[in-house]
């Protein structure tokens, strides 16, 4: 039972590129979260997706967008990236239905470094 | 907005001692409350969770009681091993399915 995946591992940008990262999410699960990690800090929610929808949205700007596809895998794209963009971002998947006790499982995230 | 608040590391210590971290929180409603672990070059992990005031998560040794009264959730366990060094980060979901994470605390035990 594959659990959630990412990808790449590892990305170099410079400022001002455009980026796409990727996730598919475990195996059952309908919905996927992004999370920004910086070191040294806890993950910063971003948004998440449900039925190819945006339903919740954190402190971002609208630099950051995402897209989730029919079987439920996910992008985040962010556009004319800036210094304070490095940062290890996190996709967690979990299941819609039920309370918000819900956990999340977490890929082993993509490393992006803004030059 | 939702906030969550853990002390601060690192947190050192000797093997077989006992530990606590703390972790409080603020929300709206009645959040769901969880404790993620993060071991060295691997990605986080579910350790225990709570849904509602007065449950008590518990996996590995560990646990935390959802203290609604102080707006608490934090962590112990009466028997820390040099493999629970990692970094330990609290968190809730709110009824919007919204999960915000504290900074995170790093355990390091020493044989």
């Known amino acids: ?115 | 907005g939702n906030s969550v608040t853990q002390m601060e590391g690192p947190v050192t210590l000797s093997e077989e001692a006992f530990l606590t971290i703390n972790c409080t929180y603020t929300a709206t409603g009645y959040p769901s409350l969880f404790w993620y672990v993060q071991y060295p070059g691997e990605g986080l992990q579910l350790l225990l969770k709570a849904t509602k005031a007065d449950d008590k998560g518990s996996n590995k040794g560990f646990e935390a009681t959802y203290r609604k009264e102080t707006t608490s959730f934090h962590l112990e366990k009466g028997s820390v091993q040099v493999s629970d060094s990692a970094v330990y980060f609290c968190a809730l979901s709110d009824q919007k399915r919204k999960v915000t994470f504290g900074t995170g605390t790093k355990l390091q035990v020493i044989p």
Do not use: M
């Open chain 1, 1 to 115: 039972d594959a659990g959630v995946t990412q990808s790449p591992t590892h990305l170099i940008k410079t400022r001002g590129q455009q980026v796409t990262l990727r996730c598919s999410p475990k195996s059952g699960h309908d919905t996927v979260s992004w999370y920004q990690q910086a070191l040294g800090q806890g993950p910063q929610f971003i948004f998440q997706y449900y039925e190819e929808e945006e339903r919740q949205r954190g402190n971002f700007p609208d630099r950051f967008s995402g897209h989730q596809f029919p079987n439920y895998s996910s992008e985040l794209n962010v556009n004319a990236l800036l210094l304070g963009d490095s940062a290890l971002y996190l996709c967690a998947s979990s299941l819609r239905t039920g309370r918000s006790g819900q956990p999340q499982h977490f890929g082993d995230g993509t490393r992006l470094s803004i030059l």
